[in-house]
């Protein structure tokens, strides 16, 4: 039985409908995600699917919150209160042990830290709090040579950036993310979940691969010990799964910077759309300058967690370059473990949210992502 | 019925005859190239098929004109009138907006600048004019940081090495071309085609692509502002095509220096051998100390634009790593959309050119080139 | 007829030994090779086939001499007698001819210099005398611009730590090495093996290829002037083979520090043990800041000469990523032209050592190797 498709779409938005009711067709029975896009801050694209009939359903974003955090450091960059070229200890002195003195805080953003997790491990606890994970950070030695490599640092780059907001500006990202961003909008997006929303939370449901995909996992490299363990902090004795991280309440009161946002596609469409474009009769968030900024790819190549390509702009994802190559150059977001994904496209005005219930197979950017992304940017570019 | 193959090949030299014979069998009955190479200064191959019984015809090479924009700025780094590790601030102040005031010639030269192309795009007129598009990239914000990638400047990067020129000599680069490179060998490469060679110039041909090339072609990532798309001025309304640019009058009359040339492959081979030998009685243009500066890999790896891996020594391709990597390290020269190429490989002495009318699938060097090189190189190689 | 398998493994390292069967019941029927591991100090592997009744035979170990070569580096820059951001001009000015002053300890020793080899090639004499190969090299142009890229300093990159070793401490590198790291726990790895040795070595088999194999071979891009041609000296007039040069007396009497070496696995392995691991009462010889020093990744990625993905430490391989994806950040190692391949894994405390007599398809360290270090690796790991 198929499942049905809820929700609405703009005048010349029909293919995102028809792509997003092809692909659920062809998922499990139990499929739940949701669909939303903004085309210079119109709502154009608002679908769901499993979701009961209001579509009002909240999902573990993981590192799409990266996004979420990054805006908040882009804001702060807009305001001048944070230079990124000044270097890290500028801010936070702690941080120049272990040869990191010369740093600057563009290439912490940008992933160049070297500085992807701990040799001993963080503890649970300590990862469901971004001011913990950031003082382990200050005495850990990178795990390249600063400045000669990139990487994804998985679950840390939101506590490092957070760290440099909280002593730039006395307040957590979180705080700042809260007043600057969320509530103004009123975005389901959220870093730190007040309990009264708690109902509206849908546990994440752990990847279901088939037979055939259960073998690539299988096949894929791995060792405990490895530069993308580390950095997913799998070398700790009894780590816990990705699922488990989203799924347990402390995380999400929180929410940590890197991974432990909770949204729904709405807040995640939501919070690009106000971020370049004029909505709800406020300005865009962001300056075309810092949109230009945030969007340059500073790093692009070989990543060494990823072992595998792929490009950064500052703490967002080049999504053009990494993700999906018809976009305009210049777009930016994040995608997350569980299959999100989110993104502001600057020069075709569309700001788009994906996010779904169980993890998708092979991990990161659900592949679902590819077409349904493509079918907004036509309808995008067509609305002129 | 098979094209005859005019023309005539030195002794040793039957196997780059044979090549293209094999080649042209197979092309389209309307096949219409030159193939020429000089070893030591000495000419050796001087082939053609389709272009009459004299070979006399011109084409539009496209980006093989950056291999003559870059041998004047060689010469003039040479002459010590140029310096490459000054900012290009130093010869053109208006350049520095917009972040850029870093920036080395030396990176400007090898595409790592990030300045590929305007957000808004150039007008058709613009770009037949390196001055108008020079003036107008002074203000652009660089696509990526610079310093952290490099891409390829397909447009504009004659545009760019011919105002810093301008700047330094009070000359257009078309001039100090014609002056010094040119008429004292009387090459068959002209950036600015006089009036009266008019009627030895033969349109470019449309690409004719199969079916399955077609479907190749379609297959390709795309979309109207992309690195690439703004790379080749593709986001604008109305954009031409690469064919209607080469044919475009204006276009000849100028020789912009990025895309602008035509020559007969004659022309494209004297000119290197000319940059390496001892040729009509003349030293060779370059010395050793600066045949070693241009040819020597200055950006490697993945390229933005192109999305692929390239590699550029100093405005010229490297065109051992890109393209031949049968050829001596240091090997440099340049490629064309249409399909011809064009290098020096200094370590054999030989210098290599090709032109073709119809552009060929799938764009950039000809897919004829690997053989025909291949066979020129190896017979350079015997003479000794 | 299936080879035998001598020696001995510790209790829990029976796969490793089932691993070899396996492999070598696979091999030619004159296969000649042994394997040797340590966890934390312990020998725990202790395996050979076709060497006799003691496996006591010597192997030439090509590349995996620069292993031996780096350790040296390594402790002097733990004892403070080299600075690894100090100016290569420092220790050694004459270096700084031809656009080779800037260049650090640091970006020498991780292949980033560009100084391959030599534009007209090196003698045979030459290449067995370490001082003589730079001498020569501070003469040369880099092959690449110094610090946009790097490649596989494959035959000289001992003589360039060696000449820096010598003018800091008026000794050769294999003096120290000798010294500080061969004589005191008596391995079998030797640069420069002494006469009385002579009838433990084995000469080195060419390679046998499969007529698929040489196929393959046949098929790689090659050409005479080449950056590999150059930078294996096969740009010369006669020159001569991998093996004949591990077979020469000459080169195994002095042990050039680039490939010169002879070993035993057994010598191998140790020697990266005593890197590592409290070892016959010895403390490491290095420290835990030294080891993650040396193993932090360095350069990476495109390899010019290789033109491949490669990656390196400061002088080692960075293991991990260029060879073995299931081993802990930081590994460190070198494999050998003829198939060796020896690491330290300082996060389980492996060290690993491999060497057989014929060369093995396609080049580089084995194939075998990679199943081998699995297995012990999942061993040492079970060891806890």
């Given amino acids: 039985m198929t499942q049905e498709i809820h929700g609405t779409v703009a005048d010349g938005f029909e293919t995102v409908r028809e792509e997003f009711a092809t692909f659920v067709a062809r998922e499990r029975p139990d499929y739940e995600g949701q669909l939303c896009a903004y085309v210079h801050g119109r709502k154009v694209v608002d679908l769901w699917a499993g979701d009961g009939a209001d579509g009002g359903s909240l999902y573990g974003v993981f590192s799409s919150t990266k996004g979420a955090a990054h805006l908040v450091a882009a804001l702060l960059v807009q305001d001048g209160t944070l230079e990124l070229d000044r270097k890290v200890t500028y801010y936070w002195p702690e941080f120049g042990a272990e040869g990191k003195n010369g740093l600057t805080l563009r290439d912490l953003i940008a992933h160049r830290a070297g500085l992807i997790g701990l040799d001993a491990g963080f503890t649970a606890q300590e990862l469901t709090d971004d001011r913990a994970v950031a003082e382990r950070l200050a005495d850990q030695r990178p795990f390249w040579r600063p400045g000669t490599a ?215 950017a659900a592949p679902e992502n590819d077409r349904l992304a493509r079918a907004a940017h036509t309808a995008a570019l067509a609305m002129g």
């Fill in 150 to 364: 990139f990487g994804y640092h998985a679950l840390v780059i939101g506590a490092l950036t957070g760290e440099v907001v909280r002593r730039a500006t006395g307040r957590t990202l979180q705080e700042v993310y809260e007043e600057r961003v969320r509530a103004p909008y009123g975005l389901d997006f959220f870093l730190g979940l007040p309990e009264s929303l708690e109902i509206r939370y849908r546990s994440v449901q752990p990847m279901a691969p088939t037979a055939q995909q259960q073998a690539v996992l299988d096949a894929a490299p791995s060792g405990p010990h490895t530069l993308a363990s580390i950095a997913f902090n799998e070398h700790v004795p009894n780590p816990g799964s990705l699922a488990d991280y989203a799924n347990s309440r402390a995380v999400r009161a929180k929410g940590p910077a890197s991974a432990g946002g909770v949204a729904a596609a709405r807040g995640l469409a939501g919070m690009y759309a106000a971020a370049i474009s004029e909505m709800d009769g406020r300005p865009p968030l962001l300056k075309p300058d810092t949109v230009a900024e945030v969007g340059q790819i500073h790093s692009v190549g070989y990543d060494l967690v990823a072992r595998a390509h792929k490009s950064f702009g500052l703490g967002f994802q080049a999504t053009a370059d990494m993700w999906h190559p018809f976009l305009g150059a210049g777009a930016f977001g994040h995608s997350g473990a569980g299959g999100s994904q989110a993104f502001a496209d600057p020069r075709s005005g569309l700001a788009y949210g994906y996010t779904r219930r169980r993890m998708a197979f092979p991990g990161g």
